[in-house]
């Protein structure tokens, strides 16, 4: 029904050609840039930068050579069923091949493109171009934001730009110029747009589950091993490794002993649909807020293919590019929290699905082994929500042991790996 203009590639009086593209916008799913579907000149831009645009309002007029007897054209404000990921062929003759949210990173930071050497494909900056570029010059250190935070006891500097087990503090992390808010003594009201008000929808939605919480801690110390080894190999292959597909994969194994955690029931709570494919979705948090695009078909794929696809899902929503194929189609869902920090959480069961779990951070802590003696261990903690009007809590209890049994013993996953 609407969408919020996040930036304008044209101004009144440029001449425009068809295809050419006039600017980009953000529904509740997806960013969209909309190409003009005429050869002509600009000649009214009906909305400012993050206004309010009703699908089917004019949006800008174009003046063509038949129109110039005439009134000009007026195009209207569509979202068709594309994402970035299938327009920037079609920008890439007309602008530096950088998305409009890297594009405002660099304007605030006053960073020249032109200096900035880009790492995604066909040369494209991305997000963590401008942000390696910015800690060159300050010295800062940066997080890789898709990394499963180990908090070690002692903390360790460094001057490398890549993220490492021991971070520093969180003040010497470079700010972008606009993020603080600016203190005027007044009172500020915005409307409610794109993310956020979905946000509000779904959130709404979950309140009418009634949800059951179980906790438990998991002792990753050998999958941190694990991890370590296969992450150089993985380099190797252009693709970075976490821990996250590791967790990914264990709960779908676990999903195939318990298929009414891979289901939904219908708004009357009169029938349970149990999905076929485990589309196991990663809450993200983004500059544009908190979205959870999905892995499609876990049960088909290996802990390497989910890396490669979970490289691509991060790279999209840091730069605000996520599609709405990326963002639909869920039926189970995993949040990282540990990557920002705490341990514990409660988190919200996103309908229509009926589980999600939230992961803390690794922690070395003191444990006992079989021969009671007190050894360095690594402790995962996870918090889980189920709805429990169909999910009682042994069946929720049943579900965690087994994957905490996967990834405490990870060579354990090689005996059901498809």
């Known amino acids: 029904m609407e969408v919020t203009v996040k930036e304008w590639y044209v101004k009144e009086g440029d001449k425009v050609s068809q295809f050419d593209s006039i600017c980009e916008v953000q529904s509740d799913k997806a960013s969209v840039t909309i190409t003009s579907r005429y050869d002509g000149v600009i000649r009214k831009l009906y909305y400012d930068v993050e206004d309010t645009a009703l699908v089917g309002s004019p949006l800008v007029d174009i003046e063509t050579d038949r129109g110039q007897e005439g009134s000009p054209e007026e195009d209207v404000v569509e979202t068709p069923a594309v994402s970035h990921q299938h327009t920037h062929q079609e920008m890439k003759a007309q602008k530096a091949q950088a998305t409009p949210a890297v594009r405002r990173l660099a304007m605030e930071n006053n960073i020249k493109l032109s200096e900035v050497v880009g790492t995604g494909k066909d040369g494209r900056i991305l997000k963590e171009d401008i942000l390696n570029f910015l800690a060159k010059q300050t010295g800062a250190i940066l997080p890789y934001e898709g990394e499963q935070q180990v908090v070690q006891p002692a903390v360790r500097r460094t001057t490398d730009t890549t993220f490492k087990p021991d971070k520093a503090p969180a003040a010497s992390y470079p700010v972008a110029a606009g993020s603080r808010p600016v203190f005027t003594g007044k009172d500020r009201t915005e409307p409610l747009k794109g993310i956020q008000k979905a946000m509000v929808k779904t959130m709404t939605a979950a309140l009418k589950i009634p949800p059951f919480g179980y906790c438990d801690e998991v002792d990753v110390t050998q999958l941190v091993s694990l991890q370590k080894e296969l992450k150089v190999l993985a380099q190797s ?51 544009q807020g908190l979205v959870v695009p999905n ?124």
């Open 237 to 287: 292959r252009g693709v970075r490794l976490s821990y996250m597909p590791f967790f990914i994969k264990a709960a779908s194994l676990g999903l195939f002993h318990f298929p009414i955690l891979n289901a939904s029931i219908d708004e009357g709570c009169q029938s349970i649909t149990y999905k076929a494919s485990h589309n196991i979705g990663l809450a993200m948090d983004t500059p």
């Open 295 to 418: 892995v499609k078909r876990v049960q088909t794929l290996s802990i390497f293919d989910i890396a490669v696809e979970l490289n691509r899902l991060q790279s999209l929503g840091a730069s605000g590019q996520l599609g709405t194929a990326d963002l639909t189609g869920g039926t189970f869902t995993l949040s990282n929290i540990g990557t920002i920090g705490g341990t514990y959480a409660n988190p919200v069961i996103l309908p229509p699905e009926v589980v999600i779990g939230a992961l803390g951070k690794i922690q070395v802590l003191p444990r006992f082994n079989t021969q009671g003696d007190i050894i360095q261990a690594h402790v995962l903690s996870v918090s889980w929500s189920a709805d429990h009007r169909i999910i009682d809590g042994a069946t929720m209890c049943r579900f965690s042991n087994l994957w905490r049994s996967y990834l405490e013993n990870p060579a354990s996953m090689a005996l059901d790996l498809k």
